[in-house]
């Protein structure tokens, strides 16, 4: 069984394993993760290429460090 930990991703040709880091309007969410991330205005997650979410976080930072720990080359998306 996969945990949200368990990363999955795509590979590079370079043989790095890529993530998606993006920003998440709260407002956006499905109510229930709404009511575990009040005070934000917006989180991150944490994607692969195909659009698997992998991982919600409150700070961008953490996103990045959390992929890294992972083995995962992070890359934020705008």
Known sequence: MQTPYDFGADTAADG???????????EDLPSE???QVQGHDHIYAVHTADGEQLALVA??????????QHDFQPVAVH
């Open 59 to 68: 700070d961008r930072r953490l996103a990045f460090v959390l992929a890294r």
């Open 16 to 26: 790095a394993r890529i993530v998606y880091v993006k920003t998440v309007e709260v």
């Open 33 to 35: 993760v709404r009511e």
